[in-house]
């Protein structure tokens, strides 16, 4: 008998255990399907929703870097890459506008995204984000655009960008770049009226220190300083065959810049061969 409940007195405390263990177990496996749960992502495709200014920052007469607050420190945006947002606010008479805009953040910058405005000196939403300060909320609905970008889906990039037309291509550089297992490579030709409109030049000077086998970039001036080693004038196609790559099915040419500029890269990349297929326009 005494051997008995021996027996039963060691049985009981294995199950026991393993109770415990199973418990423990069951338990840490929701704690991992919890954590591997994608962030909530912000942005509603249908409805503005507001988010606090938490930063300004001025880079020059007319351009600053705005920082916004997602609800949590582990929030997304949830902006797929090569897409934008829609912006409101209220221009100097009070009416309201609204205007897309590209964040130069990715959904890896958690619990923030970033904007880079340039502010004309009559634009509507240039006078709303003038106005803003720290405190203040910004209307964004999102996300917009046509493209869709997948990692590897082309061998190569040409990238065509003109003043405030960085942002898209910035975005979709940063992507690539930042993605271990994206080989893309990306060639970029940039240009602006004087040295100080480039947008983010210390940033894409940093992208290509840091991947210089994978992102070449031209600058281009219309009136450049007097040392210089960029291009000169506006785009041409000397340019677009010198630094871009060759027209081919397994590359596109993005393009984004004022509606001259759109234009005349149009015509440049149809004398060069490069089919509508190859290009895509923001």
Same mark, same amino acid.
């Given at each position: 008998m005494e051997f008995l409940q021996g027996q039963s007195t060691e049985t009981a405390v294995a199950v026991a255990v393993t109770v415990v263990a199973v418990a423990a177990g069951a338990a840490f496996l929701l704690l991992l399907l919890r954590s591997s749960k994608k962030p909530k992502r912000c942005?509603?495709?249908e409805n503005f929703k507001e988010f606090k200014l938490v930063e300004k920052r001025q880079i020059?007469?007319?351009? /600053?870097?705005?920082?916004? /607050?997602? *609800?949590? *420190?582990?929030?997304v945006l949830g902006l797929p890459i090569g897409q934008h947002i829609s912006c409101r606010g209220q221009d100097a008479t009070g009416e309201e506008v609204i205007k897309p805009y590209t964040p130069t953040t990715l959904d890896s910058d958690l619990g923030r995204f970033g904007l880079v405005i340039k502010m004309y000196p009559q634009g509507r939403m240039s006078h709303h984000f003038r106005e803003m300060k720290i405190g203040d909320y910004l209307s964004v609905r999102g996300p917009k655009g046509r493209f869709k970008y997948q990692p590897g889906q082309v061998r190569a990039f040409g990238m065509l960008a003109g003043g405030s037309g960085i942002t898209p291509m910035f975005q979709v550089t940063r992507a690539i770049l930042e993605n271990p297992i994206d080989n893309t490579k990306v060639h970029l030709i940039y240009a602006n009226v004087t040295y100080d409109d480039i947008l983010l030049k210390?940033?894409?000077?940093?992208m290509v220190e840091t991947y210089p086998d994978r992102f070449k970039i031209y600058y281009v001036l219309n009136q450049p300083p007097e040392i210089w080693n960029g291009g000169v004038g506006f785009v041409s196609m000397e340019m677009i065959q010198t630094h871009c790559p060759a027209p081919a099915a397994d590359i596109q040419i993005l393009r984004c810049g004022p509606p001259p500029m759109n234009k005349a890269m149009a015509e440049h990349l149809e004398n060069l061969g490069y089919?509508?297929?190859?290009q895509f326009q923001f």
């Open positions: 942005l509603d495709p020059s007469h007319n351009v /600053a870097k705005f920082r916004f /607050a997602l *609800p949590t *420190p582990a929030s210390e940033e894409l000077d940093s089919t509508k297929e190859m």
